[in-house]
């Protein structure tokens, strides 16, 4: 089966590890938001990428879910000494990314081009896309601060702000990265990542044909709430502040006519009869390596199913 | 007394030391040759002004005279893995310095403010000053690859090409940096640190107006060449490239009618007879903290010996 995932940081970089751990390279092309890349001390910095890359390739630090295996923070201790910025918390291993990506764009090499060799370094065979290569930046107004840019409204004010809107600054003139809208094209479905749909999601999907190419296809999604609320981020939290009740529902809501299944947590069994789409119920809270399988494994399983009808 | 230095990096950087351990803050100002710094991985880098302001703060590796005290190399190892360039050594713990410098001269921050804010930081009291905040570069025509940067010419290609000249990029329009010009007005003396004429000293002279403010001032300089070689560094070998016999009397030659005396090291007390301004003949050589005490000594009792007559 030939699948595409579209994936954010920590929860779609968990499920796509599943996949990989399930699907040969040549089956699986994951397109990552880069809606939240942000330029810091000048640094081209791609934080759902770089989750989903040091994720597959095996250095991704298990404790966060995101930055680096073994990591330390040297250079960050020595810029707090000179009274620099220290709220986003760059390793020293995760620094060299940044740096030799943005050497490279300079350079004039595409951020997929850059990304394919990164990945080729770091021994990931599956194919990584970012959405773009144009950049894309994902723009929070909020109530407090008025309009932040992501990595204010995620890192620096902790997801505090009340959201009133988002909006993708680029977005107009951001083409789907080569590679992008062909393998979406090729594959049997589509997979939604548990990621925000808000903040993760809704950016590749706002992409230049992006949407339309999807119309045609079969399209999944796992909720990223369970019982209300969100493993890590603020998409519970957005929902509550756009006033909409988080649930896996209001989820696949969002989503609108793209969804053909959806798959939602246990603990969220009661609410699947309101559905008008077929849902598996299952364990969506991805703990463990195996977890991670289980729930990719369950996700081709109700792909499989729809494929019958 | 009243003194300035000009310095270039790690024989400017250990005499000043010297000077430093002897003259309260007011009495001492470094200024300190930027024709070398450049950009690397987008990222501004001043090796001269960061070996002397490390050596100050005591934070400099013993070792090599440059870089940082216990440094690791984390970042650089991780570019490596990536392809990245590795040719030049930039440690965990130095790769703040730029990447906070850098982030204050996108803000808008002269170079001479940034320092001043860096030596605040690391505890350093006495006043070092870049030689302008305009960019100068060094640039050094070879016979064997025609002109190239500083940096290529000194780590990339290891001083190996033979010099045809060098010229200083940009030293038209650069001007003293603010308090260069008012410090060497008020000093008592000038000295020209132990560090390569043609790379370290020669771009400070032709700054704008630099070297017509010295021509009122008693100026010693302290010869980097010891027995026809260098201590550290490419000065004997370009002197060599230049058709002259590299010797503490070819230095002084070099820096033509500024001087009114001059150091040399006890190895070469035989050519003491062959200058025709007054001399002091001492150990150069500084390898311990204490060596540059006394050689900081040494150059002040020759400029009050000077001052008699």
Chains 1, 2 share one sequence.
């Not at 407090?144 to 009340?162: D, I, K, R």
């Not at 988002?166 to 977005?171: E, L, M, P, Q, S």
Request: glycine content about 8%; aromatic content about 8%; some cysteine.
């Amino acid at each position: 089966m030939n699948i595409v995932a579209l994936a954010g940081g920590v929860g779609g970089a968990k499920l796509v590890d599943g996949f990989a751990q399930l699907l040969p390279p040549g089956n699986l092309t994951i397109i990552v938001n880069t809606g939240d890349d942000f330029v810091h001390f000048g640094l081209y910095i791609c934080p759902d990428l770089d989750t989903v890359c040091y994720t597959l390739a095996g250095l991704a630090n298990p404790e966060t879910g995101w930055g680096r295996l073994n990591e330390t923070f040297t250079t960050l201790e020595n810029i707090k000494t000179l009274g620099g910025p220290d709220w986003f918390r760059i390793g020293d291993k995760d620094l060299a990314t940044h740096l030799e990506r943005s050497r490279r764009l300079h350079e004039g090499q595409l951020l997929s081009q850059i990304t394919q060799g990164f990945c080729q370094a770091w021994g990931v065979k599956h194919l990584i896309l970012p959405m773009s290569n144009q950049p894309v930046r994902t723009l929070v107004d909020t109530i407090e601060y008025g309009e932040l840019s992501f990595q204010e409204y995620f890192v620096h004010h902790n997801c505090e702000p009340t959201v009133k809107s988002i909006r993708f600054a680029g977005i107009g003139s951001a083409r789907p990265a080569p590679g992008v809208l062909d393998a979406i094209k090729k594959a049997d479905a589509i997979v939604i990542c548990p990621s925000n749909p808000w903040l993760s999601i809704d950016p590749i999907l706002a992409l230049m044909n992006l949407r339309y190419s999807l119309s045609s296809k079969m399209v999944v999604a796992v909720s990223p709430i369970i019982s209300g609320k969100t493993v890590k981020g603020p998409a519970a939290k957005i929902f509550k502040d756009m006033g909409i009740s988080p649930s896996a529902l209001a989820v696949s809501l969002h989503y609108n006519n793209l969804l053909s299944g959806f798959l939602l947590d246990s603990l969220d069994a009661d609410s699947a009869k309101e559905f008008s789409i077929p849902v598996r119920i299952t364990n969506t809270l991805m703990k463990t390596h195996d977890d991670r399988r289980q729930l990719a494994e369950d996700v081709l399983n109700l792909i499989q199913t729809l494929n019958v009808f």
